[in-house]
């Protein structure tokens, strides 16, 4: 089991329910991200769990939304807090760590914070998260991370568009990425599979 | 049991560790809304098993992104799947259902949709979230569900603001309501609970 290794439960429900969309959309708002299995999401948290067997982490880090499903159950299994950084404001935060990342997919900025009582000096936090595409959500993260002065153990993502390039970038870093399920193209909306 | 009494772990860990702000604002952040303690969590979740024992369900519902996490793990401890209601139209969402919601908080209105693939005319849908204040939201998701041709089994809180009054307007519907921790003033800056 590697990073380029398909998670066999994950990749079969998605040949059998997700849909593949003009402009590379994958949709898994059945089972992922707005309807939910939580029986398949305590699979891939246990896949999660052997894939970074080796690595030391003391919190799981996530961005809302679709982010804390997978966080909250991999928190869950392994006794550990989960924090997810907020993409707004919120009022009552003081002691806060930002930054901006940029959507392609909504073609605008937008500010992700984080509280300093949450991230510290010395965490060691596996980030998770449903999507990894062009990878501008996770450079965001390590970019709170580093503010800080806590460190990644590794990156932990449901589906991975190879395609757009953010898994490579992240791997270039030196970061432990795995991807659960590796989509190499979804060109003619026919969805091709890493392995 | 029932909707007038506060589960004692939740009660226990928001006078450890909740913030009362000026303004009737009570900050949970650091375990309920922005870093969960999953166990915490899971104990909550138990909690509503046992309020909800008589009620007949077959899927939880919530709204982003505050009750996804006990959403979730109330839908994994029962094996029932979780659908949140999103704040904002997917561009790859069709076959949708909208509904408008006023934040007082926030002192806007926003949208709150669901797709008619999830919510179906015959579910019976428990709603979970972690704060009832004026009740502007489950009023939104009452509306949702009503326009699904679903019906609401009930409605499970965190916390109650009971001095914010959604709770009374839910309760009066006919709604079997439990919130877990019901707090009847916050005047002060002093954490006032039901009982």
Redesign the interface.
């Known amino acids: 089991m590697n990073g380029n290794t398909c998670f066999s439960a994950l990749k079969e429900r998605i040949l059998k329910d997700g849909k593949c ?1 003009e402009g590379g ?1 994958l ?1 898994v ?2 089972f992922i991200n ?6 398949l ?2 699979q891939m948290s246990v896949e999660f769990i052997k894939r970074f067997a080796a690595v030391e982490y003391n919190k799981i880090l996530t961005i ?2 679709s982010g ?2 997978p966080a ?2 991999l ?2 299994l392994l ?6 950084a ?1 993409k707004k404001k ?4 003081d002691n806060m760590l930002t930054t901006t990342v940029f959507s392609f ?1 909504k073609n605008r900025s937008y500010d992700v914070c ?2 300093k ?2 991230l510290k000096p010395g965490d060691k936090v596996l980030f998770i998260d449903d999507f990894l595409a062009n990878g501008n959500a996770a450079k965001g993260i390590i970019d709170l991370v580093q503010k800080a002065g806590a460190e990644i153990a590794g990156m932990g993502f449901l589906i991975e568009k190879s395609f757009q390039h953010g898994g490579d970038y992240l791997r270039e870093q030196g970061i432990k990425v795995e991807s659960l399920a590796i989509i190499d193209s979804l060109d003619n909306c026919a969805i091709k599979f890493r392995d």
Chains 1, 2 share one sequence.
Do not use: N
């Not at 006794?79 to 997810?84: A, K, M, R, S, T």
């Not at 919120?90 to 935060?93: A, Q, R």
């Open positions: 969309l959309i949709k708002d059945g707005h309807q939910i299995d939580p029986d999401l305590e809302e939304a804390i499903a909250i159950m928190g869950f006794h550990l807090p989960v924090v997810f907020k919120p009022s009552t935060m997919t984080c509280s009582d949450f």
